[in-house]
């Protein structure tokens, strides 16, 4: 007998070879009815699984769940292919998973699938929901398999198979293994039946390579969506209908704040005058801010030697997601590509061809260095291209010669800068904690598939520090950068936020430094999380290479999820650097580093503020924030006086003289998103007034320009956001 165990404690015992299902239904029937999978030692498996051993826990999983709604998507992605294949039969199937939000499936068809199929698509797909078939799972030899799928004369499901690993591979059939219904080579798990997928959509159909191989074959990219309920549903599309609304690209161009120039660069943002008033702004914030907290600020190059890149680990770790170095000589750029191939050959491994390849460049670029290298000198030396090397001779070696001729390259990360900052000049504990700040500018290469206005760029400015502490400072100085990432988030009106905890995966070889060191580095991070009150998480795997880290992940105003403010702790660049601080035992010791940026990035943090607000930005934040309308010539030159008053009286005014109508002129204010629009005519120029209004239309009725410019000066002072009335109730998508 098996004892099944359910995370509240139920239990129940069952002979060997149960079903989940079955077991499920007994121990807890609501659980029963509602589960579409489960979960087992961290394993989703489908709820026809059979239970074995003395024991096991069981969490059943429903569409509420995470885990639980992707296998539904997964499921519903077959559903989708079959409904294809039903109406092109041609259709030649390669491969759907579930994806944020939803689920794909890449195949070949000759017929262009356009918007206007969707509806015969889903109702297809409704069919097959409606006879509720069950998702079964059958298994046979890879041989029988390869044997199986070469008879049916589809080469990418046959590519599946030989990429798949084991020697047994899996089908399902919605329907009995002999059914003669729609089957697809799969690991699965699947929900029970057709009927469980949830309410779904066809979203899109897009170009796709296979494998993303753009010499390989054109593919059809179908896109659709799955919820637990009909509501659930209905609240996704109106929330990407929302976000379209929203989309700072067009937002910002609307308004003026940026734009994207092909000749400048992809993923290269021009700020305009008004979207650096918007950056100029958040800086003058932040650095009020790091003032405030003892910050010393610095300025950085944005390039550096290859060397100070290799001693972080920065090069090559990162290298993909770098713009290509740039070389003195031939010599160096070979030295370094000969670093790189060495550095990712396996330890032990022999040379590889590409080594062997470079050797040959180099002979023939520097004769002198690569028979110094392989041909005269000693045989432990020599031994880099002729054999193993376990000790990483062979690094260091070309390592030595690469002091001498180096590259350099446009700075991915601003610490290594202030790392050479703080090592600069001896230093003693009386001195620590040590904050250094910059607005720094980074580059990184992203693919241009992946580049997204101002959201995933290639160059961008981070809102950087670093501190240096003690052991024993480390905890309130992770405190301190909490409750600052706290404070800009909530000046902005960003409230609701929680804390994920990034860890290292155990299993990963990615990481740098000492098991002790990282396990003191998630204990301040864990420490810190919990200290804030936050609600938090942790997952294995979201660490930076050197060290744990929190991350913020906001909730904008339409129920979407952004990574800003990131928080990180490091024992290991430190130690790479050789940092020291003279103790109060009068000993050399290492300090900690503390890694902090609240926004992130400038042109990130922008445009999802943009989106955020729709562009009508709280008056401390916007980049005009009054606009001067007069509704006649008449009132020209009074107009000109309320300006005058109001620039110096430090407000950022506009004024609007055109002959236009006044309901014109107070359209395009409101287009703009001005939050206040002053209008002034005869009647206020001769009671010595100003008419003002709010970009909602709020009417605000006369004052004077004093009473005017004391009330804004208030509201700017305190950062306030509740002018912006631009928020929609937040829309309830899971």
């Not at 290859?306 to 713009?323: I, K, M, N, V, W």
């Not at 030595?400 to 446009?410: A, N």
């Not at 992203?446 to 670093?466: I, K, P, W, Y």
Request: charged share 25%; hydrophobic share 35%; with cysteine.
């Amino acid at each position: 007998m098996v004892n099944v165990r359910l995370p509240d404690g139920k239990q129940g015992q069952f002979a060997d070879g149960t079903t989940l299902a079955e077991a499920l239904r007994t121990i807890d029937p609501r659980a029963g009815r509602e589960a579409v999978a489960a979960e087992i030692d961290g394993r989703i498996v489908d709820l026809a699984s059979r239970v074995a051993g003395e024991g096991v826990t069981v969490r059943p999983l429903t569409m509420q769940d995470t885990e639980g709604l992707t296998v539904a998507r997964h499921s519903c992605a077959h559903v989708m292919a079959e409904a294809i294949c039903s109406l092109w039969p041609q259709t030649k199937l390669v491969y759907g998973p579930p994806v944020e939000d939803g689920f794909f499936y890449d195949i070949e068809l000759d017929h262009r699938l356009t918007p206007e199929d969707f509806a015969k698509i889903e109702s297809k797909m409704s069919e097959i929901v409606k006879e509720d078939r069950p998702f079964t799972r059958y298994e046979i030899s890879r041989t029988d398999a390869m044997r199986k799928l070469d008879g049916e004369g589809n080469p990418y499901k046959i590519d599946n198979a030989q990429r798949a690993e084991g020697d047994v591979l899996s089908f399902y059939v919605t329907g009995g293994r002999d059914s003669g219904c729609f089957e697809d080579l799969c690991r699965g798990p699947h929900v029970p039946s057709t009927g469980r997928v949830g309410a779904f959509k066809i979203m899109q159909v897009a170009g796709a390579y296979w494998h993303g191989d753009a010499t390989k074959q054109v593919l059809q990219r179908v896109y659709g969506t799955a919820w637990p309920k009909k509501k659930d549903l209905d609240a996704y599309v109106q929330r990407l209908e929302e976000a379209k609304k929203r989309d700072h690209r067009r937002v910002g161009q609307e308004l003026g704040l940026f734009t994207i120039d092909p000749l400048v660069g992809s993923g290269l943002i021009l700020w305009k005058p008004r979207g650096a008033i918007v950056r100029s702004q958040l800086e003058a914030f932040i650095r009020e801010e790091l003032l405030h907290r003892g910050y010393q600020p610095v300025v950085t190059p944005h390039i550096g030697r290859l060397e100070l890149y290799r001693t972080s680990g920065h090069f090559p770790y990162y290298r993909d997601a770098q713009f290509p170095p740039l070389y003195e000589t031939d010599t160096s750029r070979i030295l370094n590509e000969l670093w790189v191939a060495a550095y990712e050959r396996p330890i032990g491994g022999e040379a590889t061809d590409r080594e062997r390849q470079l050797i040959q460049e180099l002979v023939a670029a520097d004769a002198k260095t690569a028979s110094q290298l392989v041909g005269d000198c000693p045989s432990s030396q020599r031994k880099y291209l002729l054999g193993p090397d376990p000790e990483r001779q062979n690094l260091a070696t070309v390592r030595e010669y690469l002091q001498h001729s180096d590259g350099f390259l446009l700075k991915p990360m601003n610490c290594p800068h202030h790392i050479r900052i703080y090592g600069s000049e001896p230093r003693s504990y009386r001195e620590l904690p040590i904050r250094l700040s910059e607005y720094g500018t980074v580059y990184r290469y992203e693919q241009s598939g992946e580049l997204n206005g101002m959201t995933r760029v290639r160059g961008f400015t981070q809102d950087d520090a670093h501190i240096f502490c003690t052991s024993e400072q480390l905890g309130a100085e992770m405190a301190d950068c909490v409750d600052f990432t706290r404070k800009v988030l909530e000046t902005l009106g960003l409230h609701d936020y929680r804390v994920r905890i990034g860890l290292r995966d155990p299993k990963s070889d990615k990481y740098v430094g000492s098991p002790d060191d990282w396990d003191k580095a998630e204990a301040a991070v864990r420490n810190a999380a919990i200290a804030s009150g936050l609600p938090h998480s942790e997952e294995l795997g979201e660490a930076a290479f050197y060290g744990p880290k929190i991350d913020f992940v906001v909730k904008d105003c339409i129920g979407r999820d952004w990574q800003l403010g990131t928080v990180q702790v490091d024992y290991n660049l430190p130690k790479r650097f050789g940092l020291r601080y003279i103790g109060a035992d009068n000993h050399e010791h290492i300090p900690v580093m503390v890694h902090r940026a609240p926004l992130g990035s400038f042109e990130r943090f922008c445009g999802i503020l943009i989106e955020h607000f729709v562009g009508a930005f709280p008056t401390w934040l916007a980049p005009v924030q009054a606009i001067i309308c007069t509704v006649s010539d008449k009132s020209y030159e009074y107009g000109r006086d309320v300006f005058s008053l109001c620039q110096k009286a430090g407000l950022r005014v506009e004024m609007n003289t055109s002959g236009e109508r006044i309901g014109a002129k107070i359209r395009d204010a409101a287009m703009m998103k001005i939050p206040y629009i002053i209008v002034v005519g005869e009647q206020e120029a001769a009671g010595g007034t100003i008419n003002v209004r709010t970009r909602e239309g709020r009417q605000l009725g006369s004052c004077t320009v004093p009473e005017f410019l004391a009330s804004i000066a208030v509201e700017i002072a305190s950062r306030a956001v509740s002018t912006c009335s631009q928020q929609p109730t937040p829309v309830g998508a899971t």
